[in-house]
């Protein structure tokens, strides 16, 4: 089961999966996308919330990419709402993000 933060919504997991799949999207395409369902004003919210808690990487213009925890989030392998990776597969026990991008 994902380990998804107090601050996020139904809609972040569709960001992610989507921007996992697919690659890198400005916000005027995830909006446009059938399996998100919100203004194009929302997911603007959604994805700078996203990046502000690590799970995306705003490219400029707009546009947005997965960063591997957001994707170990993904895998469920990712404590959103404590920044903590989580056992299993070599994942860093213990460590919060911004811990390893500093090691």
Do not use: F
């Not at 998804?4 to 697919?22: A, C, H, N, V, Y």
């Not at 996308?33 to 799970?55: N, Q, T, W, Y």
């Amino acid at each position: 089961m994902r380990k998804s933060g107090t601050w996020m919504t139904i809609w972040d997991d569709r960001i992610l999966e989507t921007l996992r799949k697919e690659g890198g999207k400005p916000v005027g395409e995830l909006a446009e996308e059938d399996g998100i369902r919100i203004s194009h004003s929302s997911v603007s919210r959604r994805c700078k919330k996203l990046a502000e808690h690590g799970l995306l990487t705003p490219l400029g213009n707009g546009v947005y990419t997965i960063t591997d925890s957001g994707k170990a989030y993904l895998d469920e392998e990712y404590d959103a709402e404590n920044d903590v990776y989580l056992n299993g597969n070599g994942s860093r026990d213990g460590q919060t993000a911004s811990q390893t991008s500093e090691s």
